[in-house]
């Protein structure tokens, strides 16, 4: 049926729902008689319906409508919520989250949902086995009255089911009109399903199909003869949708009824009446308008007036992709007319670099997403952590609207989920221990980031029994990551910092939720290659914070451009404290180097000349009695990196070294100056032991 076209959009959008559902249930098992929330769990379930049957994924589909009728039962009082049923639902959200995964990776989207779908029956017909399900005392007769209603419906000419019928109702009384449409097509047509789409194309425009006959896979499939129908519900009236449906070619006829619940009950009057139960109240705040598809998601924010689109996240790849070949020729120009002196120049140059300024700003902010869209899976993962490893855990989460560049938010989820998975495993005590430490039984994790100057900081923190210092210096004596005599002097902070030496861990058995110092190493590499910092405090019997400090973007970024002999390097601003100038008799030596006194700290001297093994050249601002350097720090780290001038500040365009030039030591990448020559990036990180 065409449907291609409109995949993207729906896998997106299926994230969407399958994640406000996730989101409620979580609200829903704290609060099980909130009406409220069953209602929009079940309002993301039916649009979710809507939206695999009209894109063909009869699996995905037939498993959200047994949802729905769960969920029906359970908003209308007649199923009693409890923690088995939760789960189910929950294990249904899985495997749809499993089929939405299967489609974007360009599969058919089909699973075996036979096991579920026999739990949900169940549930249904109070006869799920769990010793906890309570079922009010009607709902056995009230399964099998709708078991029969739905008998009797579905004898009807529409084959509507009980939930079908309930929406007819609930459209109805809040204004909107029902329709049954037949359309034949004209028998010479070669292209049926073309034209089948296109008519379907400009009823959802209008409104919403809750019902074809036949299916829409069979009419994709061409599996149909020359008619199809419809039950459609809009607030346009019986010509418009006529004129609508015949704007279509070779379209021989349309028949349009105007339905009313009379009309749709059939034989059996108890429909009607049990559609009726629904309150008037709940309808109009229940009832989903015509053409609504729920929350809107990626970078499509739709407004009153239509005033935003949806636009594809690789077009703003492009999109930055070009401007940074613009930044380079920017910065070109401006050197070119610094040189030429031609007051026009200049003055043109100057304005075309500040519009350009401006255009870069608004660029990086269509780039920038919030981290809520990181943080929005972990409550879920956290619920089933915690029953996993039967604690009682509270994760609060704050500053989720916080916003970093998209390329750094695609990189960021593993390591917190790592650091998650540890502070819930090996950072919260159990429930008794607890109580004993006079502690309240629910251990608390925050999840909180903020913004403060070019950097974005996430912190994790948990109030468990902290670190043992003793237990992780043992550790790393045993690994031999310390000496004895490095071991006597070493801080606790410097303790804590070896839990992120590589293959340190303080677990004594490894499990799959993985113990304190498992993996940690991977986590700060994968930090520091986004050009971020991670560090770890820790107080005994308080808890344990982990705080990831990360650049706002990845693209653009601001950097110190110094000389050493005939080659010019970059210096991101965002590693430097200050640059400074040194008399060769303030070099003084110890540990086998030489250092200098910074403040009070001994940082030690490193020389690019000699690490980048630079051979002699003419450099005329070179200094012979005293050194220029650069102090920059990792964490609680310095160094200071020797050059023999500063260039000046620029923003530079960071750009991959390429395939055949990986892992070069302490080098994150080059950028085009404005003369057109190359100027590799320094990795501060790297270069600070």
């Known amino acids: 049926m065409g449907m291609n076209q409109y995949l993207d959009m729906f896998i997106e959008e299926s994230r969407e729902h399958l994640q406000a559902i996730n989101d409620n249930l ?22 979710l319906k809507g939206m695999a049957a009209t894109m063909g994924f009869e699996d995905m589909s037939s498993l959200t409508h047994q949802m729905e009728n769960v969920l029906d039962q359970i908003r209308n009082h007649q199923i009693k919520l409890n923690s088995e049923i939760m789960d189910v639902i929950f294990q249904c959200v899985d495997v749809l989250e499993s089929m939405v995964d299967s489609i974007s990776e360009g599969g058919d989207g089909k699973e075996d949902v036979s096991d579920l779908v026999s739990k949900l029956e ?64 004209e028998e010479e047509c070669l292209l049926k399903s073309a034209r089948a789409y296109m008519v379907f194309n400009n009823l959802e425009s209008m409104g919403e199909v809750i019902k074809s006959v036949p299916s829409v896979q069979e009419i994709e499939d061409e599996n149909f003869d020359d008619a199809f129908e419809i039950v459609f519900i809009t607030e346009k009236s019986e010509d418009e949708i006529r004129q609508s449906i015949e704007s279509v070619s070779e379209i021989a006829s349309v028949e349009i009824k105007k339905l009313d619940i009379d009309s749709v009950k ?36 739709k407004a009153a007036g239509g005033k935003t689109i949806r636009v594809d996240i690789e077009r703003l790849d492009v999109l930055m992709n070009l401007f940074s070949e613009l930044v380079i020729d920017r910065g070109r120009l401006e050197s070119i007319a610094r040189r030429s002196g031609q007051h026009e120049l200049m003055e043109t140059v100057e304005h075309m670099s500040r519009i350009s300024g401006d255009l870069q700003n608004i660029i990086l902010n269509m780039r920038m997403v919030p981290v809520e869209t990181v943080f929005n899976r972990f409550p879920r ?7 996993e490893l039967n604690k009682k855990v509270d994760l609060q989460i704050s500053g989720a609207e916080t916003e970093l560049d998209r390329t750094v938010i695609d990189e960021i989820g593993d390591p917190l989920v790592h650091l998650l998975r540890n502070a819930i495993d090996h950072g919260l005590e159990s429930t008794e221990e607890r109580i004993a430490a006079g ?38 004596l045993d690994k031999g990551v310390v000496t004895e005599q490095e071991a006597d002097s070493l801080t606790d902070q410097q303790v804590y910092d070896l839990l992120f030496s590589s293959g340190f861990s303080t677990a004594e058995q490894v499990s799959d939720i993985s113990g304190r110092g498992v993996g940690l190493d991977v986590v700060k590499t994968k930090i520091e290659s986004l050009g971020g910092i991670v560090s770890v405090e820790s107080t005994p019997g308080e808890g344990s914070t982990f705080l990831i ?3 706002l973007t990845l693209s653009i970024i601001s950097a110190m451009l110094v000389k050493v002999e005939d080659e010019t390097y970059a210096v991101p601003l965002s590693s430097i404290i200050e640059t400074a100038v040194y008399k060769k008799d303030q070099i003084m030596h110890a540990h086998h180097q030489d250092v200098i006194d910074f403040r009070g700290k001994v940082v030690p001297l490193l020389y690019l000349k000699n690490i980048f093994e630079i051979p002699d050249g003419e450099n005329p601002d070179r200094q012979e009695d005293e050194i220029s350097a650069v102090i920059v720090r990792k964490g609680d780290k310095l160094a200071a990196l020797v050059v023999d001038s500063f260039i000046g500040q620029q923003e530079i365009v960071l750009k991959s070294m390429g395939k055949y030039l990986v892992n070069l030591f302490a080098i994150s990448g080059a950028t085009i100056l404005g003369d057109g020559q190359v100027a590799l990036i320094i990795d501060c990180n790297a270069l600070i032991k």
């Open 266 to 301: 059939a034989e059996n009057d108890q429909v009607a009446a049990t559609s009726t139960e629904v309150k008037q109240e709940e309808n109009k705040k229940e009832v989903k308008k015509p053409g609504s598809n729920g929350k809107n998601g990626g970078k499509k924010v």
């Open 26 to 47: 979580l609200l829903l098992e704290n609060d099980p008689d909130n009406v409220d929330i069953v209602n929009d769990v079940f309002r993301s379930a039916h649009t």
């Open 549 to 551: 400090q990360l650049p």
């Open 122 to 185: 169940a549930i249904l017909s109070g006869e799920f086995k769990s010793e906890e399900t309570e079922v009010t005392a009607e709902t056995g007769q009230a399964s099998e009255e709708t078991a029969g209603k739905e008998e009797a419906a579905q004898t009807t000419d529409f084959g509507l089911d009980q939930f079908e019928i309930t929406v007819v109702k609930q459209s109805l009384d809040s204004g909107h009109q029902v329709y049954y449409i037949k359309t034949v097509i």
């Open 381 to 387: 993962m956290i619920r089933d952590l915690a029953k």
């Open 439 to 476: 502690k309240s039984e629910t251990g608390v994790v925050e999840l909180k980031a903020y913004h403060s100057g070019n950097h974005v900081f996430i912190e994790i923190r948990d109030d468990g029994k902290g670190i043992n210092r003793d237990k992780v210096l043992k550790k790393a």
